[in-house]
């Protein structure tokens, strides 16, 4: 097994496991930039993007770059080596949607102007690019479309909201709720993601599919559920809503369900609570602090 990385929102931490393992091997890199991976490959998972609005929207000509030019070189690594294609796209490609909940036929609703379409539009490319493979080059290849995922290992103060909600409830902050708070998102378990991701690698077909948790929830009662979970004394304040924000967002799983057999386990008051215990493991580390911009990469070059 290969990974390729240039950690520009990763961190070597998250595989340090792998450090001695001797059927793994990293190479950091930048996927933007051409690269060839040497020997016999089964698949090629090409899951490369700052996902988290407070990285695109600081590394936007990055964003656009991964998704296009950086998924036409995975594509051709995967061409060349006769490999399994497997993208991750987004919830994100429905945008602020008018059709909920979300089915994989429903074609969304994105403003490709506004500040988050430099990661919608990236993974709408994105999606675009692979199909194109497929039907022109008859390449094997998977789309899946990812909702809101959380869990271990995220980075704190990360601009997702389970992370950026659980540090402060954490550190006694108030938490951030933006507009309302009645816009809905819908969160899935890492460990249920990665199943289904699996699944689709292994069982599915061309089609984009969505793998997510269908249990919406307000942002305000997420944020409720996280000051009762870790017992904080933190208030909710609110602050303007982003541009295009989405005001909904739930997936459609019918069709994993029915092709994959895959539907989410664990509920979102458990996930939370494992997802709690790793941050108050971080608690006065210096990753708990607030963060700072990281100075700005040159686009495409190898980071």
């Excluded at 080596?81 to 490609?93: K, Y």
């Excluded at 994105?126 to 899946?144: C, K, N």
């Excluded at 959380?150 to 938490?175: C, H, K, W």
Aim: aromatic share 8%; charged share 20%; proline share 9%.
């Amino acid at each position: 097994m290969i990974g390729l990385d240039n950690f520009v929102t990763g961190h070597e931490d998250n595989i340090a496991h792998l450090a001695n393992e001797p059927r793994f091997r990293l190479l950091r890199h930048d996927i933007s930039t051409p690269t060839s991976v040497q020997g016999p490959l089964d698949g090629v998972l090409h899951l490369a993007s700052p996902a988290s609005p407070i990285d695109y929207l600081e590394l936007p000509i990055e964003t656009l770059q991964v998704g296009s030019v950086g998924t036409h070189h995975a594509l051709e690594i995967a061409r060349r080596s006769g490999a399994r294609f497997f993208m991750a796209s987004t919830s994100e490609v429905y945008g602020d949607p008018l059709v909920h909940p979300q089915t994989e036929n429903y074609w969304g609703n994105v403003n490709p102007v506004g500040p988050r379409a430099v990661y919608d539009e990236a993974k709408r490319f994105s999606e675009a690019i692979t199909m194109a493979y497929h039907t022109h080059h008859g390449l094997d290849t998977r789309i899946v479309r990812i909702f809101n995922t959380y869990g271990p290992r995220m980075r704190p103060r990360d601009g997702r909201v389970v992370s950026n909600f659980i540090v402060q409830a954490l550190t006694g902050e108030p938490l951030t709720v933006y507009g309302d708070g009645s816009q809905t998102r819908s969160f899935c378990y890492v460990s249920d993601e990665i199943e289904g991701i699996y699944r689709l690698f292994m069982h599915g077909d061309a089609q984009p599919t969505n793998i997510g948790n269908p249990d919406e929830y307000t942002v305000r009662q997420l944020a409720e559920l996280v000051i009762e979970l870790t017992g904080s004394a933190s208030a909710i304040v609110q602050e303007p809503l982003p541009t295009d924000d989405p005001k909904v967002r739930r997936p459609d799983i019918t069709r994993a369900r029915t092709m994959l057999g895959w539907e989410p386990r664990v509920p979102v008051r458990e996930g939370l609570a494992r997802t709690i215990q790793y941050f108050a493991g971080l608690v006065g580390a210096s990753q708990m602090a607030p963060r700072t911009p990281r100075p700005r990469p040159v686009p495409g070059a190898a980071r």
